[in-house]
């Protein structure tokens, strides 16, 4: 696959997770915090973090703990321990927006003057550069290059014209445009925020009498923690010592939720908005082999994602499903390497082809995406060299034409192979037998026909007008 679906990608980059906790009965969290981290590394490897307070220590006195890498890399057991405190946020992060630095690594702690905020985000806004000049005409001074201190401070600002923390969040989300889930910690508080439009999830769940906000379900279920229901877009959450508050003043009935989260970006285990993620990528293999049959011995699927679809297709045309690739997980994603010939020599070292499971045999390959081409054309080859006579390749997305704005990293259409070849062209060029991509038409099959869903990176039809310059940093993508 083409990004990171099987860890081996050369394109796509992942977005971010949020984690925070709240224990009402004044336990610690921050190991509840590491664990939903690490449920939630596949949305983002470059860095990770935690923030913690005491409610019942002194006003604003927040500890963190950042760095470069994984969460197993950067959080130790003694790191932990010096992490007292019954609230906190926590954050894994990939850069769509701001350079992949340790000064961009969240929660992002601010001193202002009601107190401290920590804050975490997934998701990136449109309208960031307009933000940031209110910002530097009055005197501010950015530590970051990420959004996410552009938030922060149009809270703290907001803040200090409101009665409540919460309120002045709802009023920072009138400025913003484009995708943010945000968790916040305040002295006494923990919020979660969601944009309007919904782009991406986040869910409540409780523990015992700690209240917890995630990206999602699938965090929740890590630490044995109970779904209560997912964040409305659009609603403003509040917990405190005295349970959940919710301000739906900006909910709205138009929503664009991203569609890759079902396609690639979630864990198979996730539900989102009351749709499970296993059940889309079983239903999108489904959709290829009504559209795409083929005469094959086997149906493979490229880990992770690709399974589920695998065995979506393998189902419904009645071909076998088989497990034709072993994956190892315990090398770094690949994205994190700053050159091409790093990125090829890592698939070969995440990803073999079990011989003995193709030799002699007409294969189907399952993958989610294609963005380049080059993942794609290398895994064909692995394939064909283990002694696989035939690869039909499926992809269970539609062609990528547009680069996304909301917190996918989807390359600029320079980059995008099918922006500019036709799909037997992209054939040729990976080496396949043949190809087939799902249907646009079928994207609202994935989530039970709700057609509220954002698909621009496929169609260009973009649910807020996208910006006029590149806004997302400069990257090695």
């Given amino acids: 696959m083409e990004h990171e679906s099987s860890n081996i990608s050369s394109g796509l980059h992942e977005e971010c997770g949020v984690f925070g906790v709240y224990d009402l009965n004044g336990n610690d969290v921050a190991s509840t915090i590491y664990y939903g981290l690490f449920a939630l590394q596949h949305r983002g490897q470059e860095s990770c ?9 002194p006003l604003g006195r927040v500890k963190s703990h950042k760095g470069m890498g994984l969460v197993s890399e950067v959080i130790s057991h003694e790191d932990l321990e010096a992490l007292p405190g019954n609230i906190g946020v926590g954050h894994v992060r990939y850069a769509t927006a701001g350079e992949s630095t340790i000064q961009n690594t969240q929660p992002l702690v601010l001193n202002y003057a009601k107190g401290t905020l920590a804050l975490a985000h997934n998701g990136n806004l449109i309208n960031t550069p307009e933000l940031k000049k209110e910002l530097e005409y009055t005197g501010a001074i950015f530590q970051t290059t990420v959004d996410t201190e552009i938030i922060a401070y149009h809270i703290a600002r907001e803040r200090l014209h409101s009665k409540t923390i919460e309120e002045a969040v709802a009023k920072t989300m009138k400025k913003l445009s484009g995708a943010y889930s945000l968790v916040i910690m305040s002295p006494r508080k923990l919020i979660g925020a969601r944009d309007p439009l919904g782009f991406h999830p986040l869910v409540i769940g409780k523990l015992d009498n700690s209240y917890i906000l995630a990206s999602e379900t699938a965090a929740l279920n890590a630490v044995d923690a109970e779904f209560i229901r997912d964040v409305l877009p659009g609603e403003v959450v509040m917990i405190d010592k005295e349970g959940i508050h919710s301000n739906t003043s900006l909910c709205q009935d138009k929503v664009a939720r991203c569609i890759f989260e079902y396609i690639y970006f979630a864990r198979p285990d996730t539900r989102i908005d009351g749709v499970s993620v296993y059940d889309s990528r079983i239903m999108a293999g489904r959709i290829l082999a009504q559209t795409y049959p083929t005469n094959a ?13 695998a065995l979506g297709y393998a189902l419904e045309s009645g071909i076998p499903f088989g497990m034709a690739f072993v994956k190892n997980s315990y090398v770094g994603r690949t994205f994190i390497k700053p050159k091409q010939a790093l990125r090829v020599s890592s698939v070969r070292i995440k990803l073999n082809v079990l011989p003995e499971v193709v030799k002699g045999k007409r294969v189907v390959m399952i993958d989610d995406s294609i963005v380049r081409g080059t993942t794609s054309a290398n895994i064909v080859r692995m394939l064909k060299k283990a002694g696989a006579t035939e ?4 992809i269970s997305s539609p062609p990528f034409l547009n680069p996304c704005y909301y917190g996918t990293d989807i390359p600029t259409g320079d980059h995008l192979i099918a922006r500019h070849n036709t799909i037997d062209q992209i054939r040729d060029v990976i080496g396949a037998d043949s190809l087939g991509y799902l249907s646009v038409d079928r994207l609202s099959d994935l989530v039970k026909g709700d057609r509220g869903y954002c698909d621009a990176c496929f169609t260009g039809n973009y649910p807020i ?5 590149e806004i997302r940093g400069e990257h090695d993508v």
Avoid: E, Q
């Fill in 49 to 57: 973090g935690i923030a913690v307070s005491d409610t019942n220590g």
């Fill in 297 to 309: 011995d086997i149906v493979v699927g490229v880990p992770d994602s690709g399974n589920a679809a």
């Fill in 391 to 394: 690869v039909h390749v499926r």
């Fill in 465 to 469: 007008d996208p910006p006029k310059g």
